[in-house]
């Protein structure tokens, strides 16, 4: 396998300048410098018609014309705590497609996960929503940190949403809380502010 060749457009767009090599052969193994992965990956995500293909919630994804350069994300990135963590472009600013910095931010894979829409997966039902072996019943779950809670059965798909939403509302609030990084903090309040109001919307529907 050939190492990563400096100077060549990355998925077409991106400008890989780094001043060492980013992919070298240590002991007849790739060993791919980290900074490099996660910049490859994200114009991956946007770039890839492949990748486009497999997750299409990253159609029309874009990152910032600085951070199309290599050695300003890396700078960016080698500020942040980002050991164990996903770069994440929308828990700032809901339902943004562009990474940069002013969006972007690390956060656990148990949050990121938590806050992911799976709408391509859910099909018919809400998010958390679903009628296990077709019942007449509709149930209320809740996965956390590889955990999966249960919360009811109910005879409305309203009713298990509602159930699924107080649940998130009160593990985002606690998260908010509980993290350290003062500017993800702030950003799952936010969060735990959104899913209160979408709480009270579907409460009053009829």
Not at 105 to 117: E, G, P
Not at 155 to 181: G, M, P, R
Request: aromatic fraction near 10%; hydrophobic fraction near 35%.
């Amino acid at each position: 396998m050939k190492t990563i060749k400096r100077n060549k457009l990355v998925c077409g767009v991106g400008l890989n300048d780094a001043d060492y090599i980013t992919a070298p052969k240590i002991n007849g193994k790739l060993e791919v410098c980290y900074y490099y992965q996660t910049w490859k990956d994200m114009l991956i995500r946007c770039y890839s018609p492949r990748e486009n293909k497999r997750s299409p919630t990253y159609i029309g994804c874009t990152v910032c014309d600085e951070w199309l350069i290599f050695s300003n994300f890396k700078k960016w990135m080698e500020l942040k705590d980002f050991k164990g963590k996903r770069l994440d472009k929308d828990l700032k600013v809901s339902g943004n497609k562009i990474y940069s910095s002013n969006t972007c931010m690390f956060v656990t894979c148990a949050i990121n996960n938590l806050l992911t829409n799976h709408a391509a997966k859910r099909g018919q039902y809400p998010q958390g929503v679903d009628s296990p072996n077709n019942s007449v019943k509709y149930r209320a779950q809740i996965s956390f940190k590889g955990k999966f809670k249960h919360l009811g059965l109910y005879t409305t798909i309203k009713e298990a949403e509602i159930a699924y939403l107080a649940a998130k509302h009160e593990i985002v609030k606690q998260a908010a809380i509980d993290e350290s990084d003062q500017e993800v903090s702030q950003a799952l309040h936010m969060q735990a502010g959104l899913i209160f109001n979408k709480l009270q919307v579907v409460g009053a529907l009829d």
